[in-house]
């Protein structure tokens, strides 16, 4: 059972994942956003804030997707994803 957070409603709504959708998978592997159904890397994914499985784990989303849900979230999604990628750079 998948499930889409609404954080409008402050609720889980029913979802339908894209074919080739996961929670993990092998770097350098193929996979499809779980929220637009682009087909990219795994280790360019983003483990989604909205989309997750009956145990609250996210699936994978692209960078777009993820910069769309911090914004739903109302997070500045451009500075927050430029901060996490220097972070990303020098650890």
């Known amino acids: 059972m998948v499930q889409k957070y609404n954080p ?12 080739g959708a996961v929670l993990i998978a092998n770097n350098g592997e193929k996979i499809k956003c779980a929220g637009c159904g682009e087909e990219f890397n795994y280790d360019e ?8 499985n009956e145990f609250g784990l ?5 960078r777009k ?3 769309k849900e911090l914004t739903n979230a109302g997070f ?7 901060d ?6 020098y650890t």
Do not use: F, M, N, Q
């Not at 409008?8 to 339908?16: D, H, L, R, S």
């Not at 996210?58 to 692209?62: M, N």
């Open 65 to 67: 997707c993820y910069a």
């Open 76 to 82: 500045d999604s451009v500075g927050l994803l430029k």
């Open 45 to 52: 994914s983003y483990t989604s804030r909205e989309i997750h």
């Open 8 to 19: 409008i409603t402050k609720e889980y709504e029913a979802y339908c994942l894209p074919d």
């Open 58 to 62: 996210g699936y994978c989303v692209c």
């Open 84 to 89: 996490i990628v220097k972070w990303v750079k």
